[in-house]
């Protein structure tokens, strides 16, 4: 007993020393700089934060959001698939900012880790194309703005995009920027039309002919294609991006621009970006949500044989206000389930395409499924109409969508051994690194929630495990209908199935009304 006294002193001795140790200099401006200053900068989306002063004037709405972990954002579930570029913190990560903040903030008088040298919120640093539309003020409006802007003359030469990033001329008015090509002479003709810069022009710009290559969404950054992969220009294409103002940019200005770099790779694939899944085509039911009700929504799309296996290397679902979680993965003729990407708690202020770590190689056959939750409630804060109002389909940010992005190309073999993103957690700035403390917080964040269901197929039994207590299991069938409840279930049990016909069901696991695990199985 003498000797675990004396080593529990010795041990809370070096947690003490750790903890006291964590100064600015030395150890937080390194992971602030490497995970937090990307977009908090005197150039970027949000507050400064690149020195100890301004850190510190933020230092209790820090600490709340590393803790809860909606700071730095990433909305999807890593538990349900690893994704390229996960912006998440460590635990480790997280306590140390704690730690240091409970400390009082210690600055060090060690030498400061380097400041970044110029800080800029462009990420394509020497594009080869750089567009720009006219300076343009947006006009008293009463409802939502598509405006049309041709930002290049024509390309002479045929091009493969290899990254593309689009920068908001003003942040506070544009809600979504998208970017086409198009060899016709549609968009000049519509531009000349409109004496003001540009022309407007709903679902698109205008033009038949026109081809979707890119897009910015708020929380997006640049895209980069794999190696060996670009998207295609046409030769004698002009570029226009549709820029969509909600009636809150009246009378406000915006210049919005396009940084785009070309491959110089040979034998370059073109990659085609396309809503495989959307609310136009795929839904069962129609995109319509009644006032005071929370309802999901499925969509489907099958892989004709003809087409052969595809190769997928990013998504971008995308919703408005209402949506609250949405989902996509397919099953293969072979009865496999394939992750694409899982958003639990979907904020519209935080989308973008998302790359997988290793493109995504799905056989010919298989079918693709998106599902999405909508809360029509007073009880969702984003919803913008209080009392709730009938919801329907439409680009306006007060109506809704459902589309899932996909950017792919047929598949060569191979594809599944290109690596896009090898990292396992976003590397440090300048390679720093820090004391990292032992970990002693109850903070209830800093554990993941963990599921295990097995087995998927099935036939007569589906067991699951979970480190968690007091949660609600739901099962429900693919037409979204409620077929078992459990409450306060089991850490570990087995669920009958046999009385169930084979096909598609949707497991979740709900504790506190937050989902916490949604997958699906099937029985065979």
């Not at 880790?113 to 800029?120: D, E, G, K």
């Not at 056989?363 to 599902?371: N, Q």
């Not at 029509?376 to 329907?392: C, G, M, Y």
């Not at 949707?506 to 009304?513: C, D, L, Q, Y």
Request: glycine residues 4%.
């Amino acid at each position: 007993m003498k000797y675990l006294y004396v080593i529990m002193l010795i041990l809370n001795n070096i947690q003490t020393k750790a903890q006291e140790s964590l100064t600015w200099n030395r150890d937080i401006s390194c992971i602030f700089y490497s995970h937090c200053t990307n977009c908090h900068n005197s150039k970027g989306l949000a507050f400064d934060l690149t020195t100890y002063d301004k850190v510190n004037i933020w230092k209790n709405r820090i600490k709340e959001t590393v803790s809860n972990k909606t700071m730095p954002p990433w909305p999807p579930n890593p538990l349900y698939k690893n994704l390229a570029h996960e912006r998440n913190l460590t635990n480790i990560e997280i306590e140390s900012i704690i730690q240091w903040i409970n400390n009082g903030l210690p600055e060090g008088n060690e030498p400061q880790i380097a400041v970044p040298i110029s800080v800029t919120s462009n990420q394509i640093l020497n594009p080869d194309l750089l567009l720009k539309m006219p300076k343009y003020q947006v006009p008293k409006i009463e409802d939502d703005l598509y405006r049309c802007f041709i930002v290049s003359e024509k390309i002479t030469n045929q091009a493969f995009i290899k990254s593309i990033e689009v920068i908001p001329g003003n942040r506070n008015i544009v809600h979504h920027v998208l970017i086409y090509e198009d060899t016709s002479d549609e968009p000049l003709r519509l531009d000349a039309i409109d004496t003001l810069p540009g022309y407007t022009n709903f679902g698109g710009i205008g033009s038949n002919t026109a081809k979707l290559i890119g897009g910015w969404v708020p929380g997006s950054s640049s895209y980069s294609t794999p190696i060996g992969m670009g998207i295609q220009i046409d030769m004698g294409a002009r570029i226009i991006i549709q820029v969509h103002y909600p009636k809150e940019g009246s009378q406000q200005y915006d210049s919005t621009k396009v940084n785009i770099k070309f491959s110089t790779e040979s034998n370059i694939r073109n990659i085609t970006i396309q809503p495989i899944l959307n609310h136009i085509t795929n839904i069962n039911p129609s995109l319509t949500i009644e006032p005071n009700t929370v309802k999901t929504f499925y969509e489907k799309q099958t892989i004709p044989t003809f087409l052969g296996d595809i190769t997928f290397v990013s998504i971008a679902p995308h919703a408005h206000l209402l949506c609250k979680s949405m989902r996509a993965y397919a099953i293969t003729p072979k009865k496999d389930t394939i992750r694409f990407i899982d958003i639990p708690n979907w904020d519209f202020h935080w989308q973008g395409f998302y790359d997988f770590k290793k493109p995504v190689v799905v056989p010919a056959g298989s079918t693709l499924y998106g599902e999405a939750t909508y809360d029509n409630t007073i009880h969702n804060h984003h919803n913008p109409s209080n009392p709730p109002r009938l919801v329907n389909v439409g680009e306006s940010t007060t109506d809704e969508m459902m589309v899932f992005f996909f950017a792919a190309t047929p598949y060569k073999t191979g594809d599944e051994n290109i690596t896009i993103d090898e990292n396992t957690h976003l590397p440090h700035y300048q390679n720093c690194s820090y004391n990292q403390p032992v970990i002693t917080s109850n903070n209830k964040y800093l554990t993941h929630h963990l599921f295990k269901i097995y087995p998927n197929p099935t036939h007569e039994f589906l067991h699951y495990e979970t480190k968690q207590k007091n949660i609600d299991i739901n099962l429900y069938n693919n037409a979204g209908n409620k077929i078992l409840e459990m409450k306060n279930a089991p850490s570990f049990t087995k669920i009958p199935l046999a009385n169930l016909p084979s096909g598609l069901y949707i497991f979740e696991a709900v504790k506190e009304n937050i989902i916490l695990e949604k997958t699906t199985f099937v029985i065979e």
